[in-house]
């Protein structure tokens, strides 16, 4: 007997051996990949209300993942996330991460997944402004959508983990939105660019979007900003990645804690850049826990800030 495979199992089956994952990616055949990965979504009762306009006069819109019975008038409000996807800084689309959207949202998290503009259109203000509008988007609306807009995360995949810590750390991008770092309940950073000075020559679309000078690169690297006023971050970092250096990791962890800092690094031997992310697909899971240690990390610090609440409320 001969077993068939729809072309998406087919995928799946070669993505669980590693076959293609790196073909994928370098041969441009990103959506393939991530359709292939959105496929296995099985997650039933999670509302998605997507092409939600955040920015309408630069065309930008989030995706939004809700757990199921969020709002509801006997549930607890649930944490949020905000997630913003990695690519360079030069590519990528929010549709393609329904698969961390989901896997979050069956874990009790609302999820929100903005697009940005990127280079060469935009250079490094423009897109970190996208982003803080972004979050400043989530916190306005946590209430409507049953998140709680005191347990607001951000978190970031590569290029992406660079804006959510910026975000976390220099407090010019959310200050126009009466916000500022410590508002936040955490930062999360997988396989993140944190401290990435001087950037080679090599690197064209990297000096076109952070400058060339060491002043202008200076402004895009997150451990420049830690002072002591960060919220509680974690950073997942595989030791087989050789897109994105361990040492970003290593630095921005050596700098939290120099400033007494919330920080848990986690490193995860043998795991790639993009295996990290992937993880927290179904057919992929068991490569990393990423999905585990994200969901562990939000609950605890969820934790922390609602005894803290109470302990405000008790001590009035």
């Not at 997942?236 to 050789?242: A, M, S, V």
Request: net charge neutral; charged share 20%; with cysteine.
């Amino acid at each position: 007997m001969t077993l068939r495979l729809s072309p998406s199992d087919r995928l799946l089956w070669w993505l669980r051996h590693g076959a293609l994952l790196a073909s994928l990616l370098l041969g441009g055949c990103r959506a393939t990949l991530f359709a292939g990965l959105n496929s296995t979504d099985q997650h039933r009762g999670i509302e998605q209300q997507r092409n939600i306009v955040f920015d309408a006069p630069h065309n930008l819109a989030l995706d939004v993942y809700l757990p199921a019975n969020t709002g509801q008038p006997t549930s607890a409000r649930a944490p949020m996330v905000v997630f913003f996807y990695g690519g360079d800084w030069t590519h990528g689309k929010r549709q393609w991460y329904r698969f961390v959207g989901t896997a979050l949202a069956a874990k009790g998290i609302l999820v929100v997944i903005p697009d940005y503009r990127k280079y060469p259109q935009v250079t490094m203000d423009v897109f970190m402004q996208d982003g803080a509008r972004a979050v400043a988007w989530a916190h306005a609306h946590a209430t409507e959508l049953g998140g709680d807009p005191n347990d607001l995360f951000v978190m970031g995949h590569s290029a992406g983990g660079q804006i959510a810590a910026l975000l976390s750390t220099d407090p010019e991008w959310l200050k126009p939105y009466g916000m500022q770092p410590r508002d936040l309940a955490g930062c999360i950073g997988l396989a993140g660019v944190y401290d990435f000075m001087p950037i080679p020559a090599s690197e064209k679309d990297m000096l076109g979007t952070f400058g060339h000078t060491l002043a202008e690169q200076a402004r895009a690297q997150p451990v420049r900003y830690v002072s002591g006023h960060e919220p509680p971050m974690l950073l997942l970092q595989g030791t087989g990645d050789h897109e994105v250096d361990p040492s970003n990791a290593l630095s921005l962890d050596k700098t939290m804690l120099a400033q007494h800092e919330d920080v848990t690094l986690k490193l995860y031997p043998g795991i790639g850049h993009s295996p990290l992310l992937f993880a927290l697909s179904r057919p992929l899971r068991h490569h990393a826990p990423t999905l585990a240690d994200i969901v562990r990390f939000i609950r605890e610090h969820k934790a922390v800030r609602d005894g803290g609440k109470q302990a405000a409320l008790d001590g009035r």
